[in-house]
T-cell receptor, first 114, second 111 residues
Framework: KAGVTQTPRYLIKTRGQQVTLSCSPI?????VSWYQQTPGQGLQFLFE???????NKGNFPGRFSGRQFSNSRSEMNVSTLELGDSALYLC?????????????FGEGSRLTVL | QKEVEQNSGPLSVPEGAIASLNCTYS??????FFWYRQYSGKSPELIMS????GDKEDGRFTAQLNKASQYVSLLIRDSQPSDSATYLC???????????FGAGTRLTVKP
């Protein structure tokens, strides 16, 4: 069974640019969550999608957005990049429905903003 | 702000010893609790989940939950150098759909 797949794995952008990250969940998983991980802040929750609907959102500015498609694949977008957006962006999936299931993480997309 | 707190460490134990990792959480509505292990440069991987008060054992790992004290812990018996990693405590509320993580405790097991 394939795991959570994130693309791209690494990318470098400059300030002011925008970036789109992609996540394919485990087959059958309908919930996709996104996290930002930095050395100073740890894992910070961005948002969670289930059946193409955003169910919850963390405390991030509106520059961070996401969406989910009918096949459960998800994308997140960061516009007007800032140096502080440099981080590992992790996508995680779970079966969904209830919120008590375990999260399974992808390998992450490491973003560097210059 | 709902918090999940962990000692950042580093925690260092000798090979073969018991490593004890602790986590407290602020939201009394929390219903499910998880421990993840994250090796340097890798993504978090699930070790244990626990939903009820008491102990849950899986091999060398034991998770302990005390909802009254809002406390969850992870014991690693017979620690091995391969257990050296950052351990993340995660908490999920009953009526919320995000899982909150602690900052993680870095464990080093010395041969």
């Amino acid at each position: 069974k394939a795991g959570v797949t994130q693309t791209p794995r690494y990318l470098i952008k400059t300030r002011g640019q925008q970036v789109t990250l992609s996540c394919s969940p485990i087959s059958g998983h309908r919930s996709v969550s996104w996290y930002q991980q930095t050395p100073g802040q740890g894992l910070q929750f961005l948002f969670e999608y289930f059946s193409e609907t955003q169910r919850n959102k963390g405390n991030f500015p509106g520059r961070f957005s996401g969406r989910q498609f009918s096949n459960s694949r998800s994308e997140m977008n960061v516009s007007t990049l800032e140096l502080g957006d440099s981080a590992l962006y992790l996508c995680a999936s779970r079966k969904g429905g209830t919120n008590t299931g375990e999260l399974f993480f992808g390998e992450g997309s490491r973003l560097t903003v210059l | 702000q709902k918090e999940v707190e962990q000692n950042s460490g580093p925690l260092s134990v000798p090979e073969g010893a018991i490593a004890s990792l602790n986590c407290t959480y602020s939201d009394r509505g929390s219903q499910s609790f998880f421990w993840y292990r994250q090796y340097s440069g890798k993504s978090p991987e699930l070790i244990m989940s626990i939903y009820s008060n008491g102990d849950k054992e899986d091999g060398r790992f034991t998770a302990q939950l005390n909802k009254a004290s809002q406390y969850v812990s992870l014991l690693i018996r017979d620690s091995q150098p391969s257990d050296s990693a950052t351990y993340l405590c995660a908490v999920n509320e009953d009526n919320n759909n995000d899982m909150r993580f602690g900052a993680g405790t870095r464990l080093t097991v010395k041969p």
